[in-house]
């Protein structure tokens, strides 16, 4: 691939992007759409800290501030992977410290590639149970693994991990974890609810992930066993990040094949931007994530830029629930 044929869908897209969302950024506190949502979520990813440069743990104390200052009171935040860009001590210390200095409510946080496979200072299994430590002191739980799944008001967020004593971008998920998530899956309730999945990679084959970042993506046995597993399953809400690419539409989506949203065999999946470093295809800057609103029959996914407190009208979808 030619260096022109990779650059101009880049700028291209994000300058349209940009353009569009321009035009329809409004600031405004979090607050759902409806008086009647059921569930409340801020979700954002890969931050990306790293103690050598402490800007970013500014940066997202800006956007857990917006969060924890919510008109609409925001249930739980959610973090999907690469917290930090190399997975040492100092900068899982300063995420950890920044998540409890701004957020005193319940988060959901998931490992990435960075946290895991890039790690300079510790084993990849090292890495894991520190962040499994830090993850218990700050929420107060009991989790033994870096994958594990929780409930917040009813619903269930299964987290995966990478399984890996050696990986790079690329995870390994073991029979045990495909095991413990079909089973938290089948154990998930009443079907018209959504359960959410948090994984840092996306499967193969999901928001045009080839396109975007190529060998992006969960790799395979992995993605084909995920994906038998999730779709035995109705309102299943799979949320990835690793890939940055930002906000996008129908224009990215048409052109170039990248959505953040797409739906497959009755799958959602959902990929988020990088808050803390730039993002392509789509709007560049940070700060950005989505806001979740699960009401009784439909879930309302909409962007927002934490950082500004403004919301994308352009950027907004409604999933009706099976
Ligand atoms: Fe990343």
């Known amino acids: 691939m ?4 990779t650059i101009i869908p880049i700028i291209v897209s994000a300058l349209v992007a940009a353009m569009s969302s321009f035009t329809s950024m409004v600031p405004a506190r979090i607050e759902a759409k409806e008086d009647d949502v059921l569930l409340n979520l801020s979700v954002v990813s890969d931050t990306h800290l790293d103690e050598k440069f402490s800007p970013l743990a500014w940066f997202l104390g800006i956007g857990l501030n917006d969060m924890s200052r919510a008109k609409t009171p925001v249930d739980a935040v959610l973090v999907t992977g690469d917290l930090t860009n190399y997975g040492d001590e100092g900068s899982i210390d300063e995420f950890f410290d920044t998540m409890e200095k701004h957020w005193d409510g319940k988060a959901i946080i998931a490992m990435g590639n960075h946290d895991i496979g890039h790690v300079e200072d510790k084993e990849a299994e090292e890495a ?5 430590e830090k993850y218990n002191a700050y929420q107060g739980t009991n989790i033994e693994k870096s994958y594990y799944s929780t409930e917040i008001d009813g619903y269930k967020f299964i987290v995966l991990t990478d399984q890996s004593d050696d990986s790079w971008d690329h995870p390994d998920l073991f029979r045990d974890q495909l095991d413990f998530l ?3 899956l089948a154990s998930s309730g009443s079907d018209d609810k959504p359960v959410f999945v948090i994984s840092h990679w996306p499967l193969a084959g999901t928001h045009g992930e080839e396109i975007a970042w190529d060998d992006g993506d969960m790799g395979e046995p992995y993605t084909t066993q995920v994906q038998q597993i999730l779709e035995k399953y109705e309102n ?3 949320i990835s990040g690793h890939i ?4 996008n539409g129908n224009f990215t989506s048409e052109k170039y ?14 990929n988020l931007p990088s808050y803390g470093l730039f993002s392509r295809f789509g709007t560049v800057l940070g700060g950005k994530g989505y806001q979740i609103e ?3 029959d439909e879930v309302v996914i909409r962007a927002r ?3 500004t407190h403004k919301w994308f009208g352009n950027y907004e979808t409604v999933v009706e629930l099976d």
């Open 294 to 296: 699960v009401y009784d």
């Open 244 to 247: 940055h690419i930002g906000l």
């Open 128 to 132: 894991r149970q520190y962040f499994v």
């Open 182 to 184: 079909d089973a938290e």
């Open 236 to 238: 299943v809400f799979f």
């Open 305 to 307: 830029n934490f950082v």
């Open 2 to 5: 030619s260096l022109t044929s």
């Open 257 to 270: 094949g990248v959505s953040y949203y797409d739906r497959i065999n009755g799958v959602n999946y959902l």
